[in-house]
């Protein structure tokens, strides 16, 4: 609940930013908050990993490419994302205090009974089933297919990089 509610307010920070530095690191907060959740509602990590991995590389593009076009430009912290942050800080840090006596009036025994049908191995066996396997190939050779073709079209003397 509350990664959701920090994830909804860095989405709102992230129209208040206006500098590439500014918005790539609110990007990769909330990159970091979606993996987290996504691992969390997944009972393992791996696709959270997976897309945490692919953000921070298509981050690492981005600000290559904004510090080519605009690599002297100041940052400026600005007031109104600073009075917003701290305005939606607060309710926040309230629901996380409340949600805190709520999850400690949950009984046990039903989470616990819960957690036992759930379990990873049962998880996984059913991900990568009959019905989704060819699927998963299809997308790794897509994946690599692509990874091919952008090698190929792209040149470092032609590239859209400045040369230093």
Known sequence: MLIFLIAMNTTV??????????????????????????GMLAFNFWFSYVL????????????????????????????KMLFFTLLTTIPVLLMWALSNQILESLNNEIMSSIMEHMKINNLLNKFLSFPSNWMYLLIINYLLMTLIVVVKITKIAHGPLRKI
């Open 13 to 38: 920070i992230f129209t208040l930013t206006n500098h590439p530095l500014a918005t790539g690191l609110t990007l990769l907060m909330q990159s970091m908050l979606i993996a987290t959740a996504t």
């Open 52 to 79: 945490f991995l692919v953000m921070v590389g298509g981050m690492l593009i981005l600000f290559i490419y904004m510090t080519s076009v605009a690599s002297n430009e100041k940052f400026k912290f600005s007031q």
